[in-house]
């Protein structure tokens, strides 16, 4: 975790630092590298299934239910914002609800679509540091707890998704059983360690639970916009296992994992595979589509803090 958090420090860094020959030629080869990843991984699943059947689903496509699932993300979107705002309150800043939306959103598009420059954690790390004079490591744990809530949540759905599936069979006890342990033992070390984070900290992870339940909701729209009339927990239970496996920063946006993931469940659960796959890359899409929105800051970033209330009144005296 330690180390972690120096790298995100130091990636805040670059953006005031100039680069050496080594730095700008490691951050290119990241670039290739999660290129090079991304490209294998679908180059994989597509020797799996045909890519013409992915594209038919796409071509004949419910665009309403599709649509919806878009609004869905985007509200999941918007939830996420809010739920980092409450870490950021327990280091006593109060950020404006609407620079706090306008920075998630730029850090999803630096996230997404610039896969080996700054990344969205860094900027905001950065900006932060820079516009609060807040210890960068203190802005990091608050995004880290964010993150974690994120997982907790995943944990918690899937562990009623395994209740669903008949072809897992385990005894709904266990599963149970560890996600409580775990829970336990996350709060405490949370209280323990860094007390400071934990004020708002079942606030937070309540809406770290609509955060996911939103963005599971966008893949029944997307299973509806399929006219698809069976079982939903194998597809959203692999959807929820694939968002696990894309933690692991190797490829672009977490392309290529997502369907390799989806695939290779094919194998367990009952599922369409050509529809398993289609569901990570449509998800995807929608996923470019609104960090697309963030490039706005980017090509006007007098716009970022607009209209807001001067610095010193976001921050709380102790």
Not at 64 to 85: H, K
Not at 135 to 150: C, E, H, N, Q, T
Request: positive net charge; hydrophobic residues 50%.
């Amino acid at each position: 975790m330690k180390d972690l958090a120096q790298a995100e420090e130091d990636e805040a860094q670059e953006l005031v630092a100039p680069k050496t020959w080594k730095q700008r030629l490691w951050s290119i080869t990241k670039v290739v590298l999660k290129f090079a990843v991304t490209s294998a991984l679908l180059y994989y699943v597509f020797s799996k299934v045909p890519l013409q059947k992915v594209k038919l689903r796409l071509m004949h496509a419910n665009y309403w239910w599709m649509f919806a699932a878009l609004v869905c993300f985007f509200a999941s979107i918007v939830m996420s914002s809010w739920r980092l705002s409450s870490f950021f309150k327990s280091i006593k800043l109060k950020l404006d609800p609407r620079f706090n939306f306008r920075l998630y959103l730029l850090g999803l598009f630096y996230n997404f679509l610039l896969p080996g420059g700054i990344g969205g954690d860094g900027y905001k790390i950065y900006l932060l540091n820079k516009t609060y004079k807040l210890p960068a490591k203190k802005v990091f744990w608050a995004i880290m707890f964010d993150r974690l809530s994120g997982l907790w949540a995943i944990g918690l759905i899937t562990v009623m998704l395994i209740f669903l599936i008949p072809q897992i069979d385990v005894h709904i006890g266990i599963p149970l059983g560890i996600f409580v342990t775990a829970s336990a033992i996350y709060y405490f070390v949370a209280y323990k360690f860094f007390r400071d984070y934990t004020h708002y900290f079942w606030q937070a992870h309540l809406k770290a639970v609509a955060v996911q339940a939103l963005q599971v909701t966008a893949i029944v729209f997307i299973l509806f916009g399929q006219d698809f009339t069976g079982k939903f927990s194998p597809y959203l239970l692999s959807f929820l296992i694939s968002a696990l496996a894309t933690i692991i920063p190797i490829s672009v946006g977490g392309a290529g994992i997502r369907e390799t993931v989806f695939q290779q469940l094919s194998r367990v659960f009952p599922m369409d595979i050509d529809l398993a796959v289609f569901l990570p890359i449509s998800f995807y899409l929608i996923s470019i589509i609104v960090a697309l929105s963030g490039v706005y800051y980017v090509l006007r970033p007098s716009r970022l803090e607009e209209g807001l209330p001067k610095t010193e009144d976001n921050l709380e005296i102790k």
